[in-house]
């Protein structure tokens, strides 16, 4: 399926598109809220601006994706990889994004208010500016991430470290993104 396929499929009020492939797409801008896009793969997807609220990308392959601007509020990112992605200035107010994979994510002055971190993996991410007021932070990995300019006395609860036994290792086999949990 492609981009106009999917664009006139949503607008006709279809909203299930998990396990769709859609690497490299272009979707800048597009109004997608309450979209599945569980298990899809949108790995170097242009998606700046793009409204994703409410949307189920639970499991999705975002890896070096280009999310800056886009409105993630209330969106399900649990076990998404993140890894690479730009989400500058990105709108996550109340997102779940336990088990996210966000090493090396830039996340620069993004609106975290609210969101749920659990077990999340931000080793080298940019995070800087980040508005985490609210937010509840519990056993995710914060090590080498550039925290300049954010205030983690505003974060409603705080646990750092990472949880034993739990790993992360993304797997791809052509357009297939598999998250594999030891």
Known sequence: MNIQQ??????????????????????GQAKLSGIDLSCADLSAADLRGTD???????????????LSGADLSGA????V???????TGAC?????????DLRSATLEKADLQGSHLSEVLLGGANLRSVNFRC?????SNLEDADLDGTDLSLVDSYESGTA?????CWVS??????SIQA
């Not at 607008?11 to 272009?26: C, M, P, T």
């Open 81 to 87: 990889n993140l890894i690479g992605a730009d989400l």
């Open 164 to 168: 034993e036994g739990t790993s992360h």
């Open 52 to 66: 994703l609220s409410r949307a189920n990308l639970s499991r999705a392959n975002l890896t070096d994706a280009d």
């Open 173 to 178: 086999w052509g357009a297939h993104p598999v």
């Open 6 to 27: 999917v664009l006139h499929e949503y607008n006709q009020g279809y909203r299930d598109f998990s396990e769709i492939w859609l690497h490299g797409a272009d979707l």
């Open 135 to 139: 937010a509840c932070i519990v056993q």
């Open 76 to 79: 399900n990112l649990s076990d």
């Open 92 to 100: 996550l107010v109340g997102a779940n994004l336990d088990r996210a």
